[in-house]
């Protein structure tokens, strides 16, 4: 959804709320694609102060299915974050002083779709877990070890000594 913010920008101490829809469906990024289950609409306040600086603050609130980091399976994630962004008023649009051309602003158009990216972006968790004594899941065979034992080997050997079990699986050979 876009928002026209040029009338606030050319009348001094402006102000507006606006509600918007979020209509992303997933969040994309490198780490891969992960689907948003349930979002709030977000409300915008938008000031004009002294007719030099635009104010846009909100809140957001939406669920997003992330993998656990041990286990790997899909855990319903809450992410909460505010929307708080200063930017400058100038003759051709808004600047950002933390970036000179945000991408949420084409001219005086606010994206809030692309606002709202670029603080989830911001905003990720950086480890999920399913619960916090979870298992994961085997080395050998990939197994959820919260959903039972597997019959893989599970010593593992100090690497230091590693050299030594090498010359030993020689001797087994001959």
């Known amino acids: 959804m876009n928002i026209d913010i040029s009338m606030i920008t050319k009348s001094i101490n402006e102000e507006l709320t606006q509600e918007a829809e979020i209509t992303l469906d997933a969040f994309r990024s490198r780490l891969g694609n992960f689907p948003i289950i349930s979002k709030a609409p977000v409300t915008l306040h938008i000031r004009n102060e002294e007719n030099a600086t635009v104010f846009i603050r909100g809140t957001v609130d939406i669920e997003v299915m992330i993998p656990c980091a041990r286990c790997l399976e899909e855990v319903r994630t809450p992410i909460h974050f505010d929307i708080d962004k200063k ?6 649009g808004l600047v950002d002083d933390e970036m000179e051309q945000p991408d949420y602003l084409i001219g005086f158009e606010l994206d809030v779709d692309k606002l709202v990216y670029a603080e989830i972006l911001v905003n990720w968790p950086m480890r999920v877990l399913c619960k916090d004594d979870c298992k994961g899941i085997c080395k050998v065979c990939g197994m959820n070890l919260n959903k039972g034992d597997c019959s893989c080997q599970r010593t593992e050997l ?6 030594i079990q090498d010359i030993f699986n020689k001797f087994k050979e001959v």
């Open 87 to 92: 930017l400058r008023i100038e003759e051709d």
């Open 158 to 163: 100090d690497p230091r000594m590693a050299a």
